[in-house]
């Protein structure tokens, strides 16, 4: 069984710049939720997908935006960078059953610098 | 909405001592998932344990249990017989038990130090 993998490990980036963050879910998952973490801070939530559809998002503006692939991997888009999204970008897959979902298994996650 | 506090923000545990982390929530929801997530300094979180809401029996996983008390919103993690590789930061977080945007609200969370 093939964990959730993320790529890039690490990238920077130049304000106003645009961005791209990939994400592979583990096998038999049909859900990708995107999380932000802040350095000493609890992840917060962007938004999740489900069956390639938005199925919620947080407080997020949005130059935020994703995609779901049909076989179930995921970007996350951010435009316009500002200083202030230097983060943790972590994806999160799990399986959803009649509308919910379960328990959340993390990839290791793209720490992006903005500059 | 909900919300997750960790009002410790560090602890430190001698190696093979028991250590107990807590967490108090914030919800109006009567069915929901509590969880703990370990982070190491390699930045993966992991999935510590769960626990259903409707459940009264306390979690247990090898080593770590809760302590769940719905009437108080507490859930309370226990580390027995601490080891070095339990050094991480502990996450606290909350799931709605149906429904769509099940996302996960994460505490602050706390640096778990084990001291050989």
């Known amino acids: 069984e093939t964990g959730v993998t993320q790529s890039p490990t690490h990238l920077i980036k130049t304000r106003g710049q645009q961005v791209t963050l990939r994400c592979s879910s583990q096998s038999g998952h049909n859900t990708v939720s995107w999380y932000q973490q802040a350095l000493g801070q609890g992840p917060q939530f962007i938004f999740q997908?489900?069956?390639?559809?938005?199925?919620g998002r947080g407080n997020f503006p949005p130059r935020f935006s994703g995609l779901q692939f049909p076989n179930y991997s995921s970007e996350l888009n951010v435009n316009a960078l500002e200083l202030d999204d230097s983060a943790l970008y972590l994806c999160?897959?799990?399986?959803?059953?009649?509308?919910?979902?379960?328990?959340?298994?993390f990839g290791p996650g793209t720490r992006l610098t903005v500059t | 909405a909900q919300t997750v506090t960790q009002s410790q923000p560090e602890m430190s545990v001698q190696e093979a001592e028991t250590v107990t982390l807590s967490c108090t929530y914030d919800?109006?929801?009567?069915?929901?998932?509590l969880f703990w997530y370990k982070q190491p300094p390699s930045r993966q979180m992991i999935l510590v344990i769960r626990q259903e809401a409707y459940k009264q029996q306390n979690a247990t996983e090898n080593r770590f249990s809760v302590n769940f008390q719905k009437a108080a919103k507490s859930f309370s993690l226990k580390i027995s017989d601490s080891q070095l590789g339990d050094t991480a930061m502990y996450f606290c977080a909350f799931m709605k038990h149906t429904g769509a945007n099940s996302k996960l609200t994460f505490g602050k969370g706390i640096t778990l130090s084990v001291r050989p």
């Open positions: 919800t109006s929801e009567s069915n929901y998932y």
């Open positions: 997908y489900y069956r390639e559809e938005e199925n």
């Open positions: 999160a897959s799990s399986t959803s059953l009649a509308g919910g979902s379960y328990e959340q298994y």
